[in-house]
């Protein structure tokens, strides 16, 4: 089975990322993840992450970049692919969170050693430190 999904990564000027934390919401016993979503039929995925963005945030996103696709077995035979994007982190008061308890800024090295899904969330970071 194959699950889409696009996923943006705030950064700010010191290249920490910001994380949601999941702990209260957590489907699959994560406890830290990226902000994004399923990606719907019909959709591209700029389009699903714009929706998710707006809904998990109520943030209109205009400014990002695109830096990959990445494929991996997640749970089960379950295929996760991931859009994976990039953004300039603005002011967090321009933020309302709809969706997990918190948000946090961590460094990559610090995202590593968190709980999260699974292996391809790990190389979501790896892709995204290759970036910076």
């Known amino acids: 089975m194959l699950r889409s999904v696009a996923l943006i990564i705030f950064y700010d000027k010191d290249k920490r990322i910001l994380l949601q934390d999941r702990r209260k919401i957590s489907k699959l016993g994560e406890e830290w993840g990226y902000f994004g979503g399923r990606i719907e039929q019909g959709e591209t995925p700029e389009q699903a992450l714009m929706r998710e963005t707006k809904e ?41 969170q709809h969706e997990g308890e918190a ?30």
Do not use: C, H, N, W
Request: net charge negative; aromatic share 12%; proline share 3%.
């Open 56 to 96: 998990e945030l109520s943030y209109d996103l205009k400014e990002y970049r695109f830096l990959g696709k990445l494929s991996r077995e997640s749970v089960g035979d379950m295929v996760i692919e991931r859009y994976v994007f990039v953004a300039p982190l603005p002011e967090m008061k321009q933020f309302t």
């Open 103 to 132: 948000m946090q800024l961590f460094t990559i090295a610090e995202a590593m050693k968190l709980k999260m899904v699974s292996e391809g969330d790990r190389e979501v970071l790896q892709l995204v430190q290759k970036a910076f």
